[in-house]
Structures are given as C-alpha cells and as structure tokens.
C-alpha cells in the first residue's frame, strides 16, 4: 500500500534526523540509503498528516477525556481520571509528537531544498502544530536545538524555557503565513489528506493556530503583547486569514475502507464504550439540562435507562456505580468514517468573544455576545453534519438551546461553552482549564497526585536516561524557578497558577 510505502520512509527520515527525541545517541547512516533530497516532500505529507492526527485523535481518547471530566474508564482503581497516570503513557506522548514533529522537519528541509515554498509552509504548520502540544503537556523542552542530531551531531539538546519555546512557534507561525502562496494549489494534492491541496485553507488553519497559541498566553500578555497581537489578527483578515466557516475546518473525513480510516475503527464498540469510557457527570451535567442538542450526537443512553446519567470521575472503585451511565456514541466518535478535527471555526469565535470582553478588541458585550452565539452555532451545525444516527438538527433547536445558555457578560459563560465545544479536539480542553480554571470542576476523593488535576506531565524515563545532563539541569530549574519538581502539580509557564505564585 501507498501509505505503507510512506511510512517507511518518514520512519526513515525520523531515525536519521532526531535530535530530541527517542534517542539522544548518535544514529549511524547507511551510505547506501536512499538520498533525503531525492524525494519530493510532498512524499512525506499523507503519514505526516494521517499518523501524526492518530496520536491527537487517540489521547483525546484515552488521556484528556479523563482529566477533564469528559470521560470516566475502567473499574480499577489504577484509571486515568483519578490521575494514575504512568510513565509509559507520558512517553508514549513525548516519542509520538516529536516523532511527528521531527517528519514534519525533515519535510520543510527537503522542501527548502527544493524551493518549494507551500509544502514549506505546511511543513511548519504541522511542527508547530505537534511541539505546541509537546510543550503545553510538558513545559519546558528542547526545541532550538532539536531535530539536530545527525546532521550536526547534537544528540543532546538543551532544553528552552516556554517563554523561549513559544517565541520560535510564533515566530514560525508568522513567517509560514508570509509564504504560502495561495494562487496555485499543492503538487500532488491527492497526498493532502486534509485539504486536497487548497493552499487557501492551510494559510486559514496556520493563522488560526497562531491565535490559538496567542490566547494560550493569555496570562503573559504584559510580556508578550498578547492583546495587540489578537487584535492584529481581528482587524486585518487580509494579512491573517482564519477560520471563516466550517468548510475551513481542519477536519479529517476518514473513508470507510483502509487504509485511511479513523483509528478507532477497528476497535470493538465495547473497549470503546463500555470497558472503555463512559461520558462524565461534568459534561453530562452541562449539556443534558440546558437541551444541548450535541448530547445525542457524542453519546447515547444506557439500555433501558430513560434519561442521560453521567459517570462520577475520581470516585474509589468501590464506590463507582455505572448501572443506567449513559455510552459514548462510537458511530459518530469511533466508527471507520468518523471525523477528527485538529481545529475547528468554533474555537476561533470563542477566541475572539474571550478577547472581545478582555477589551483587548472594541466592540463590549454586544459583540462578544455575537461571537459566543455564532461559536456554539457553528459547534452544533458541525456535529449535525456529521451525525450518522439521529436527524440534522434544527435551527429552533439551536435557538432554544442559546436562549438556555445565554450569555451574561462573564468570561465564563465563554470559557464554559468553549470547554463543551472543545470535546474530541486532542488536548485542548485541559491545557485551556490550567489557561483559565474554566469550567469548574469537583476533584473526586478517590484522586491520587494529591488530589491535584496534573498540571503537567513529569518527564519520561528515556528522555532522563538519553539526555541526562541537560535533564539535571532543568530539574534545577523546576526547583529554583518554578518552586516543584519533575512531577504532576508544577504548573506550566502560561497557566494561571504560575502567574498567581508569581513564577516569571
């Protein structure tokens, strides 16, 4: 197969080109290998996309779910929603994004190499994309001297400050956005398994990006310039295209037949639901009684059981009962076809009501309340067209369900809608809840980490044991600047815990 063909050979370029990753030793090279600058870096595209959207798709499953109270799993008490989380499941996350992170280095090269300027951009827009979840997960990690390795025999990279490591996201972000030349379409755009080639729409999701990672450092405004930055992009959609509808979205529509599938299509219904997981009283409870139609789209109620119940995240085993807990609907989550989105229009209106009522744009609560409406529409008329087990939903349900949730001049009233919008979208809902402490949530008694949500996660054992100087050194630096240690409860340089300890 096609996609096979191209994974060997993106595993090929990671394992010559990784400088931060798996392995911090130096790789010998075959000389008899096949020549980097031989192939067209459109060759690396599809597994770039396809495989590097499975690592989001499936964590969004398995581990942000949990922490957030989307979702509840298991019956043991060892389960990720009461924060037991090992260091197999951290590493798994740290060699997988930077696996992808690294492909999508070496595609921008050969790229470079070959002076094509739009797989450039798409280059960087996916890197940015993979080392932004990396670094929002972890904190702080090597990324001026990463992807270095065999080229310069830098196999031990320093690890950069978030500060550092967001200045050279935006900074990449910025200057894709002046490169991409949206006049003519990508070569071989049957390999752009997201938008068929549409330049248009990759500029779009590289600026909306941008303003995710610009609301991101919220809490840094003072010494980043986060307001004017926002405000840049609001006001000239000419110089910083973005999201303007759901065609734009960066949404994968899987076929129905391999090899492009979504990943949990051949997963059975039950290790997806039932020994799997199961929807939270959390999102139950905020969907369920204002009538939000998305309810039945994402899950579906327990057999026999008139009504919608929700599972109790962080409860003791022994003290879990999941008789009448509602399911999560695989058809529309998990089934071969099932969409998956990276980003979606929804969450640009959500950025842009958040700046609007922060002042940093003109307009007051008139215009937010415009925005925070336009954003929930926009979430539901999503999930409707995508529904393949109930009827489109109607726009007087839509406008029922608003006139429940209406805006009421408070940033949370936003942060909330967004929390419920950002369901199945990667990582996003738990880096935005240590942005903002939105929504509020009830930490289960039967949590470990001292009852704390993680913050962050410590470290895997191979980044320690294959870069272990520049590993001393940043514990070090946890200790003296972030006042914690390599663990889950020191926060990340942006969240609002770090700006209330006065961590600079």
């Not at 006049?183 to 549409?198: K, W």
Request: hydrophobic content about 40%; some cysteine.
């Amino acid at each position: 197969m096609k996609r096979n063909i191209y994974l060997l050979f993106a595993l090929w370029v990671f394992s010559a080109n990784v400088g931060c990753t798996t392995n911090f030793d130096e790789i010998n090279r075959n000389p008899n290998e096949i020549d980097e600058g031989a192939i067209s870096p459109t060759g690396m595209l599809q597994e770039t996309l396809y495989t590097g959207a499975e690592v989001l798709l499936y964590r969004t499953w398995q581990l942000n779910g949990e922490l957030i109270q989307y979702t509840v799993s298991g019956t043991g008490n060892n389960s990720y929603h009461r924060y037991v989380i090992t260091n197999s499941v951290m590493e798994s996350a740290w060699s997988n994004l930077f696996k992808w992170a690294a492909n999508a280095e070496a595609m921008r090269r050969l790229a470079v190499d070959q002076q094509n300027v739009n797989c450039e951009a798409v280059a960087i827009t996916l890197k940015t994309l993979y080392l932004s979840n990396l670094t929002d997960m972890f904190g702080e990690i090597p990324c001026s001297e990463a992807f270095r390795g065999s080229g310069e025999n830098l196999t031990k990279p320093r690890f950069d400050t978030q500060r550092a490591v967001y200045e050279q996201l935006l900074a990449d972000l910025e200057y894709a956005n002046s490169i991409y030349d949206t006049s003519v379409a990508m070569s071989s755009a049957q390999r752009d398994l997201l938008y068929g080639g549409d330049m248009m729409k990759w500029r779009k999701f590289n600026n909306s990006l941008y303003l995710r990672l610009l609301m991101r450092l919220s809490n840094r405004d003072r010494e980043m310039g986060i307001a004017a930055r926002v405000r840049a992009v609001f006001e000239d959609s000419a110089e910083w295209p973005v999201f303007t509808s759901n065609d734009d979205n960066a949404t994968f529509y899987y076929d129905e037949v391999n090899p492009f599938v979504n990943y949990f299509g051949n997963i059975l219904e039950s290790a997806f639901t039932t020994t799997g997981r199961r929807p939270a009283e959390q999102i139950i409870g905020m969907m369920d009684a204002p009538g939000d139609p998305r309810i039945s789209i994402w899950f579906k109620q327990a057999s026999g059981y008139d009504g919608w119940k929700g599972a109790e995240s962080g409860k003791e085993a022994q003290e879990s009962d999941n008789s009448g807990v509602s399911l999560l609907n695989k058809a529309n989550l998990g089934d071969y076809a099932s969409p998956y989105s990276h980003m979606k229009y929804d969450e640009v209106l959500f950025i842009f009501a958040e700046a609007i009522k922060r002042g940093w744009i003109d307009g007051g609560d008139a215009l937010a309340e415009q925005y925070y409406n336009d954003a929930v529409r926009a979430s539901i008329r999503f999930w409707s067209d995508v529904n393949k087990t109930g009827n489109p939903v109607s726009e007087s349900t839509v406008e029922r369900f608003l006139a429940n949730i209406p805006y009421d001049g408070t940033l949370e009233s936003i942060l909330d809608q967004k929390y419920v919008a950002l369901f199945w979208t990667g990582f996003e809902a738990w880096h935005e809840y240590r942005r903002t402490g939105y929504p509020a949530l009830v930490i289960g008694e039967g949590t470990q980490n001292d009852h704390v949500l993680p913050t962050r996660m410590a470290y895997p054992t191979i980044a320690i044991k294959t870069n272990p100087d520049n590993y001393a050194a940043e514990v070090a630096r946890l200790q003296s600047v972030f006042r914690g240690a390599d663990d889950m409860k020191t926060p990340v340089w942006w969240s609002a815990e770090a700006v209330r300890k006065g961590i600079e």
